[in-house]
């Protein structure tokens, strides 16, 4: 069976700082997998290199056997992988629920108008916001901000979810 996710050999280089230094991993559809370390110690780099909001100096990123290292962040998004970030990344001038289409609209199985706004409803319900769905994200708090994020991440049906820090800057 091929691994859902395969890390070779992965370097990011920024000038002389390594800040991911040849690591690799193997991730098998269903399981879950924590990067474990101190602040500054890759761990967003990582997720970086995986969902191509940065680009690996050396060494490769398959996803189901196909590799993504290299391609735009929209390429791999569509190719099903999906993120949350350390600090929420909310679109401001929209509702909840609008936040979560997007999730449908843009990713892996794109799915749009009565079907993504009932997706939107369904992960909003399981995130605990239903009731919130036409509530501007703007005027949320922290916490409702990150399960609209998390929401929005699910909605794109991905076959690999990224949570980078999802429970960072929480009490």
């Known amino acids: ?29 269903g399981e879950l997998l924590g990067l474990i370390g101190p602040n500054g110690s890759g761990k967003t780099t990582m997720l970086n290199l995986i969902s191509g909001a940065l680009k690996p100096t050396s060494g490769e990123i398959m996803l189901e056997g196909r590799r993504i290292s290299g391609l735009p ?21 929209l509702d909840a629920e609008q936040n979560v289409m997007a999730g449908a609209v843009f990713g892996h199985v794109r799915t749009w108008g009565a079907d993504a706004r009932k997706t939107a409803r369904a992960l909003l319900d399981r995130v605990g ?16 901000q990150k399960r609209v994020e998390l929401a929005r991440a699910l ?13 960072a800057g929480l009490n």
């Open 1 to 29: 069976m091929t691994a859902a996710l395969t890390v070779h050999t992965a370097r990011k280089a920024f000038g002389g700082l390594i800040a991911v230094n040849d690591v690799s991993f193997e991730v098998r559809r």
């Open 155 to 167: 909605a794109a049906n991905p076959r690999i979810l990224l949570l980078d820090e999802w429970l």
């Open 73 to 93: 962040a929209h390429a791999i998004a569509r190719q099903g992988v999906a993120r949350t970030f350390q600090l929420v990344r909310v679109l401001p001038s």
């Open 129 to 144: 916001l239903g009731a919130r769905a036409h509530m501007p994200v703007s005027a949320m708090t922290y916490i409702d």
